[in-house]
C-alpha cells in the first residue's frame, strides 16, 4: 500500500512536529507545507529543503489529507476551506464538553455536504486523553475522576526523603481530593539495584507521611521532572461500590510530541472512513495504527 500522502497546514510548533515524524514514516508522507505567504520565504531546515511549500492546500497535489496545525482561533476557517476544496482534514481543537459538540456538528455537516471526512479533537486533549479518561469511565464504571495538570509547578524537596538509603534525588508535591483528603505524590530517583517498594514503605511509614494518602513513583530522573508538562488522572470508584477500584495514570511529556503523534495516528484512519466529522471516539483503535494494525493486536491484546 502507497503511504497516505498528507499536507502540514501551519508550520508552528505542533505542525513542524508531525513534519519531522512523517519524514520517518513509511506508511505516511509529507505531500507538503501550507503557510501563511509572509512565512513562504522563512528559511526551512535541510531536511525539508525538497518539500514543496505553498500558501494553499489545493496547490499541492494529489494530498489525501490536511494537518491542520493552525492557532486555534483559524482552525475553524481552515477546516473549512479544505472540505470545501474535498481535501479530509485531521484537526486538534483545543475544545471540550458543549462548544466541542457543537463545533463537530459544524464541521460534521460540511463534511457531508462536501463528501469527504474530518477527524476532529485528535491531538493531546481533546484526543489520547480523551480516549484514557473514557477508558478509566469503562473499567470503573461507578466513580469519579480527578485530574492535577501541571505538578512541575508545584514540585518541592523533603530533606526526609533524600535520607531513606537508596534515595539519590527526590521530589513531593500535595494535593486534596474532592472529599477534601490530602494526597501526597512522592517522586523518587533510586541508586542502582534499589527496591522501589522497600523505599516506599519507608517513606510513609515516616512520621511526615503517616496519616497521609502518600503514592511513591519511582522515576529514571527527577530533574527531568521539573521541565515540560505533567498530569495525574485519578478514577476511583464510588464508596459502597461492589468493590473497590483505583485507577492512577500519571505522565510528564511534551504536548506538542503528543498532540502531533495523535493527529499522525488518525491520519492512518482516514482511508476507508465515511464523509462526516469523527472524534478519536467514534474511530476503531486498530485503525488508528493502519497498515501496523495486526501487529499492535499481537503486541498489545
Ligand atoms: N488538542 C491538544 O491537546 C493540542 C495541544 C497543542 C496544540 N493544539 C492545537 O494545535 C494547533 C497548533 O498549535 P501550535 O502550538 O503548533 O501553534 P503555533 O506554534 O502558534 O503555530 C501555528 C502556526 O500556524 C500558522 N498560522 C496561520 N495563521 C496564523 C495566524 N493568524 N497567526 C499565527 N500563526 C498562524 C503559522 O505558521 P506559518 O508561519 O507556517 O503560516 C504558525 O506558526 C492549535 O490549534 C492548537 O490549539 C492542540
Redesign the pocket.
Known amino acids: 500500500m502507497d503511504p497516505i500522502r498528507l499536507g502540514i497546514v501551519?508550520?508552528?510548533?505542533?505542525?513542524k512536529a508531525c513534519a519531522e515524524t512523517l519524514l520517518h514514516s513509511k506508511d505516511l508522507s509529507l505531500a507538503g507545507?501550507v503557510?501563511?505567504s509572509?512565512?513562504l520565504t522563512?528559511p526551512l531546515a535541510e531536511a525539508f529543503r525538497k518539500v514543496p511549500v505553498v500558501t494553499h492546500m489545493a496547490a499541492l497535489p494529489r494530498a489525501e489529507g490536511a494537518l491542520?496545525?493552525?492557532?486555534?482561533?483559524?482552525?475553524a476557517g481552515a477546516a473549512r476551506d479544505c472540505l470545501q476544496h474535498g481535501i479530509p482534514v485531521i484537526?486538534?481543537?483545543?475544545l471540550h464538553g458543549e462548544a466541542f459538540c457543537a463545533y463537530r456538528e459544524t464541521i460534521h455537516r460540511l463534511a457531508l455536504h462536501h463528501e469527504v471526512p474530518a477527524i476532529v479533537?485528535a491531538?493531546?486533549?481533546?484526543?489520547g486523553l480523551s480516549i484514557l479518561r473514557s477508558l478509566f469511565a469503562l473499567l470503573v464504571p461507578q466513580g469519579g475522576i480527578e485530574e492535577t495538570h501541571r505538578i512541575a509547578d508545584s514540585l518541592h524537596h523533603i530533606a526526609m526523603v533524600r535520607q531513606v538509603v537508596g534515595v539519590k534525588a527526590a521530589l513531593c508535591t500535595e494535593h486534596r481530593t474532592s472529599s477534601g483528603r490530602r494526597q501526597r505524590y512522592v517522586y523518587v530517583e533510586l541508586e542502582p539495584g534499589v527496591d522501589g517498594d522497600r523505599v516506599a514503605a519507608a517513606i510513609r511509614a515516616d512520621p511526615l507521611f503517616l496519616g497521609d494518602d502518600t503514592v511513591v513513583f519511582p522515576v529514571e530522573s527527577v530533574a527531568a521532572l521539573e521541565q515540560g508538562r505533567g498530569l495525574v488522572l485519578e478514577r476511583r470508584s464510588a464508596p459502597g461500590s461492589v468493590a473497590h477500584q483505583r485507577l492512577l495514570f500519571e505522565a510528564r511529556f511534551d504536548?506538542?510530541w503528543?498532540?502531533a503523534w495523535m493527529m499522525l495516528a488518525a491520519a492512518r484512519a482516514l482511508p476507508g472512513l465515511r464523509p462526516g466529522a469523527y472524534t478519536l471516539l467514534d474511530l476503531p483503535v486498530r485503525d488508528l495504527w493502519g497498515t501496523q494494525a495486526d501487529q499492535a493486536v499481537r503486541a498489545w491484546l
Open positions: 501551519g508550520f508552528g510548533k505542533v505542525g507545507i503557510r501563511r509572509e512565512s522563512l491542520l496545525c493552525v492557532p486555534a482561533a483559524q482552525v484537526e486538534s481543537s483545543v479533537g491531538g493531546w486533549d481533546p484526543g504536548e506538542v503528543t498532540t
